[in-house]
């Protein structure tokens, strides 16, 4: 699920966009400098599949053989990459591939059963940001640790200016996009196909140019599509700004569902006609 503001900050992005160069330091500037209320998380639409259900459109190549979509293999059951999680998604509640489906509002740190009993008798090692996070809430509704997604949609609030860096330890696949007033920056792991790591820790920093991102105080636009497939699934978002020496998960109180009442942007001209064009085009698909 995505709120009409995310839509309109993702058109503005688009319209003010500067290419990321190595050369030059990153920068991204608030949608909106209002006063910092206390926030309350992410908006967070979580969504499971049963584990026989064929449908991925993750491209695969067979020896010898064209790509074709894992859901066209006969082994190609569930979810594989994150062009999946918009299908998932979009399943109607009474569908007999969905499992579950849960909306909540929260921060982005949660892991499956799975992962939490691994780590709880060292299973999967003493990897620096192994530990036990709360349970999924899809998890905790349907008590299946397989085959889910989530997306997670709304504004981050910085509140010094200065140097920072975004990072979300993963297991298994995700998009995370960030969106200022002149541009966005994302970094993604889009499927575990053909991987031997399931699990890993990626930053925004090494998805453009390995710089930091220099920011003011500020609310920011935010997205994160993410799925864990099988086994052990984990996600935490995280930041390393000014002030901090390593790592650290942001809370709930840094996240908004949307602006604050005085804080939604004017969009100007070229970004009001994008996004008629962009509302024309998503009206043509469903006709």
Do not use: C
């Not at 319209?15 to 309350?40: M, R």
């Not at 899809?138 to 397989?146: K, P």
């Not at 860096?165 to 298994?172: A, T």
């Amino acid at each position: 699920m995505r709120s009409s503001i995310i839509k309109t900050l993702a058109v503005l992005a688009v319209a003010l966009q500067v290419p990321p160069s190595v050369s030059a330091p990153l920068e991204l500037i608030p949608v909106s400098t209002a006063p910092y209320v206390t926030g309350g998380g992410l908006s967070a639409t979580w969504s499971q599949v049963r584990d026989d259900y064929r449908f991925s459109q993750q491209m695969w190549t067979e020896a010898g053989s064209d790509p074709a979509a894992i859901g066209t293999f006969g082994w190609g059951t569930g979810i594989w990459g994150t062009v999946d999680v918009a299908h998932v998604q979009s399943l109607p509640n009474d569908s007999a591939a969905l499992i579950g489906r849960v909306n909540d509002t929260s921060a982005v740190n949660f892991a499956n059963l799975t992962y939490n009993m691994l780590i709880g008798d060292g299973a999967l090692g003493h990897w620096e940001y192994d530990r036990q996070r709360p349970l999924a809430p899809i998890v905790q509704q349907t008590g299946s640790q397989t085959n889910y997604a989530a997306s997670f949609a709304g504004f981050l609030y910085i509140p010094e200016a200065g140097a920072y860096d975004f990072s979300l330890f993963v297991d298994d696949g995700f998009v995370f996009s960030l969106m200022g007033a002149n541009g966005m920056l994302g970094m993604e792991r889009e499927t575990l196909a053909g991987s031997t790591n399931g699990r890993d820790l990626f930053a925004l920093s090494a998805s453009n140019g390995n710089t930091t991102v220099m920011m003011g105080s500020g609310y920011y636009g935010i997205e994160i599509d993410y799925f864990n497939r099988l086994e052990a699934g984990v996600i935490d978002l995280a930041l390393w700004g000014p002030q901090d020496q390593g790592w650290r998960s942001i809370s709930t109180d840094w996240l908004f569902t949307e602006l604050p009442r005085n804080a939604i942007p004017e969009p100007g001209t070229l970004a009001l006609v994008l996004l008629a064009f962009t509302a024309l085009g998503r009206q043509a698909r469903k006709t």
